[in-house]
């Protein structure tokens, strides 16, 4: 049998936390052997999510006071919240330089500082970390993640909006300067933390946007959409809260450019996802729905004519706390550790 | 005492139908004196709308055989299914030429007969019906509807769209050739009839687009914005299905028409609502949320600004049932018969 | 037109307070004059609740420095929290003795103050008007509360499960050692404090019980069925958390005594209703639903034959917020103040 | 690397199909060679369940004009409507005596001929296999299932009461005369039919009772409980919808015998599910979430004392697409082809 790699989970009682332990739980290489909480340190993880009750798993710790080098992790999972998440970073790669690390926070997605410091409100603490982060993008950037110390994994709307996205872009197939992305997404977006606004009565049997005009996930997009394009690409997007527990969906309008139709603007993604486990691209007209990815990996995208001669309609939707976190996370350890990429991930969506 | 109008409601048992009665029961000028449901014909209220089971109401009828002339309808609402209307409302109209007609189906919207040729894949039956037809956009037209005898009520997406957009048309404040309307609707609004796809398990914990490129409203849309623009246009439109009752959410993109800033935008439509009862705009840049309509006849619309230079984001909210539909169309019934407009109108919105 | 009563809320931020003036905006004679948030003290109440956007209504104020006798209140509605209550309405009934108080907490639902300290962990601070209080379960004491000062309005779980099983008890018609009420609630009865417990995500797509055998709410559910037996009755109650908004559901176990059949059972709560607004019993063997009842005032009761002979189930439901807080503290203060008791609750349910 | 069984699904284009589908496509054991769908005949299984389409899987064919003998399979699930399965499976079994065969229907879960009459309301047209069949609750019937041909598999709510009830009653630890279950269940539990009772609006957002007094899981109920009691138990029981997809929770309420107390009876569990891989028993006083155990073949009970002296409250909870039906139908195949038990069944529970 296979050597299993040593894990740590930091921030285990979030939901992106918990997500990683449903998957790793059950992944063949990994074996979990360390679980943060500050809040919950001391508690057994049944405590804070008592569906993994029947497990064994080790007991919550608090960062502080933990010993990285003696850890000895071969892949450390950060799911802390922004800027925490740059010191315990620092302090862990240079206790402990050999372990891979692969950050869920957006604290390591920017690479210009002074994006990161406009958007953030602050100077980045790490900024040394923060060059050499990768943009943990699977699909768009694989090469440079199997190589990487420390991976960014990008966030969920921008995952969503990314991949059917980016291919357009690279080939020069449609307009840059009129894309709107209308994204909406269920509530484990908002994560755990107790908010009079993500309370049940509170988001349930209703609708509305957020963040309009100024969410941060927009600096992802710039700076994604911009190499893609080889020059600025700035877009319009409004994230909206949907009362349900996982998905991201977005509605994307684009124009084609220089005759591209729509069916144009379908091939391309078909083709360029051909050999893709995770994402996938519906034939040409057909319109995906969230509920069909919960709980896998997997990526739908639906491209439509629109009845506007040359402007299509594109849909994609994912699991925000698979590929549009932990997934997608997991994805990048198997790269960064060498494994099928496909390993501990492969489960099928839960509809209904 | 004033006397009340005696209040038939043909097509009772669907999700319309019960939300008339809702209101009726209430409205302190109206008397229920017919119900009508083809299926449940001598079937209670009470048997296909249990929340009813405390009050007095008609027993439900077919309407084959009803005598128009001798029931004597003040005013007759109309919620059945779209070509059977055409035929009903003639034979009604012929038989009962002092009734009113509050229409609640898409038979009498279109004013060209080509364009619901085009849409509703047949000819219309009724044409000389359809040119007396009035368009029931209370806001929008008033006048008419004031003298009309057959309102044909709008639609729950084209009001929801209708209302932010056509005062910005008529103002000549944006560019007609870019407008997107992302749309996003509660459950309801697919109606009662028993299909797969409506049920629950299917639409609970997801969302998504459907009738991309081709949904029946853009005809009626297409009609009343070309009006207001005195030219074509023709507007991107996609309507989403959201898991909750109730609800109509318009994300609509705009860009700013010679030198208009979103700030110019929102003033227009703050002034020109802004002696209306039932369309409430917010303070520049707050975002509404479609719960805080529910259930009452109020539409809610703000206006924010895009990061993109000169362009803007409008949301508008509607309950579909209410001011989507059968709301509206009490409100019509209080313009044709005199009453004062909020009458029976004015339940606050139930939240949570 | 009648003179309007000057009415205070106390608590306006929470649930049953955004309740009360939902309804009481709507009350013929009804004037919101005061409306209190120690938090939010000095926002709109549009800040806290958008859907009062359109109306005027005062602005939110601490309690700490008003002058009671002042303001002459005629009606103050305390929605204050456990405790608090007790130390607010010492000094407001000391300052304004005339005004009369309609208290929705729990603090003075409870005649015993040992049974008070045992349930609530403290010595009552204010016991001259605990013992001055009256219970205000409206159909069972609505000749006590004609004449009080201070009504003590019940909990939702207990008016759900009081209205059934007093008659029954009173009539001797069943077995008192073997009650089971197996009650769900909606989300809203927990209030709109931000509890991880109670987000969106935690608390859709799943079902549990709380509170098993110790909730607060069974020491008002002894005191009246004792009363209403004269003896002591303990009877087996469990709350469920249900993923909706409104509504209380009580399934009744119970044992018919002395040749007691299910239909007797039935006849007698027939019989003790059939003049009341606000309580509709079923026709024997119909099972109620809460959406039915959802933001009316207006309680269901079905009664059904077990296929063990001589038991019956009894299902009864209520909108929480409304009959079981809200709404019957209106329906008290109409009794109070002496006008109609259906006045401003006539609200037909908001179904679907 | 082992070689699979040839699998077919008769009846996937339903809930319990799509879910042996998503399990079965993970067991490294199984290769499903067999759809079968009458009304969806000839489509691609990704037509009926967008979620497979990334998927390779047969074509859904009809029943009729299959050679049960030329497909030669070694499993076949049987997830078809009541009655037709009792024809489908005696053609089946005559063809292909070799086949083992996972009944998901009702139809040969009573051994008793008299009893399916009176609950089903015909007479058995299959009365030699329902006597070979085995009652397929794994946990109590494991011996025999392992050499059964035909296994009936047990019904969601029937599964969930069992489960906790079964030991006690062998236990002889409780009170057979007085056991209450008050079960609670999710939308799929209702089916994929398109019925007016099952759409998203009739059922979210509400609350209610079901075939109270009569639903066929009760003949169930009685057989198995009698059976492990040695002599005739008939228990309460009352179903309930829950507005949410999946999850069945029963509250169950009993009496201790000779002096057990709820702490016994939680022992008794305890030890009798110690190596259980699939029925988990919470420390004494917990109180299961349905949540917790949704996607996955795990059942949570958590004993409590009730307030009064002697009594328990014991709930039990399970996914009824799960354990409650496809999770452990593949559970005994497991058994039936001497897999190890839990193969194809890690799944951890998705939550949130």
């Known amino acids: 049998m296979a050597t299993k790699s040593k894990i740590g989970v930091l921030g285990a009682s979030g939901y992106t936390g918990s997500e990683l332990v449903r998957m790793l739980l059950r992944h063949p290489r990994a074996e979990i052997v360390l679980l943060t909480a500050e809040r919950s340190a001391g508690k057994a993880m049944r405590d804070v999510f ?55 926070s957006a604290d390591f997605r920017l690479h210009d500082t002074a994006a990161y410091a406009k958007w953030y409100g602050h100077e980045h603490h790490a900024t040394e970390l923060q060059k050499e982060a990768v943009y943990g993008l699977t699909e768009i950037h694989r090469r440079e993640i199997r190589h990487a110390r420390l991976v960014a994994n990008p966030g969920c709307y921008t995952t969503c909006a990314e991949l059917p996205l980016i291919p357009l872009i690279k080939a020069k197939a449609i307009d840059l300067d009129e894309i709107v992305v209308d994204a909406k997404s269920g509530m484990t977006g908002a994560g755990r933390a107790a908010k009079e606004a993500m309370l049940f009565s509170e988001v349930s049997e209703g609708f509305h946007a957020y963040g309009v005009g100024h969410h941060r996930h927009m600096a992802e997009l710039d700076q994604e959409f911009s190499l893609a394009a080889g020059r600025d690409v700035v877009v319009t997007f409004t994230p909206h809260l949907v009362p349900m527990n996982r998905g991201i969906y977005s509605t994307i309008y684009v124009r084609g450019k220089r005759g591209r139709t729509p069916e144009d603007l379908h091939a391309i993604l078909l083709k360029f996802y051909m050999k893709e486990s995770f994402v996938h691209v519906l034939p040409f007209g057909e ?9 896998s990996n997997i990526t739908f995208i639906g491209v439509t004519k629109d ?8 849909m994609s939707t994912l699991d925000n706390l698979v590929k549009g976190a932990s997934g997608q996370a997991i994805q990048n350890m198997n790269l960064v550790m060498g494994y099928a990429e496909t390993l501990g991930l492969e489960q099928v969506a839960l509809f209904p």
């Open 50 to 104: 008592p569906q993994f009750s029947p497990f064994d798993l080790p007991t919550l710790l608090a960062i502080e006071g933990l010993d990285w080098g003696k850890l000895g992790l071969d892949v450390a999972f950060c799911a802390l919240p922004h800027a925490t998440t740059q010191k315990v970073l620092k302090d862990l790669l240079a206790q402990a330089p050999g372990t891979k690390v692969i950050d869920l």
């Open 287 to 295: 319109v995906p729905q969230s509920r069909h990815v919960r709980g």
């Open 307 to 314: 009845r506007i001669e040359g402007r299509a309609i594109i």
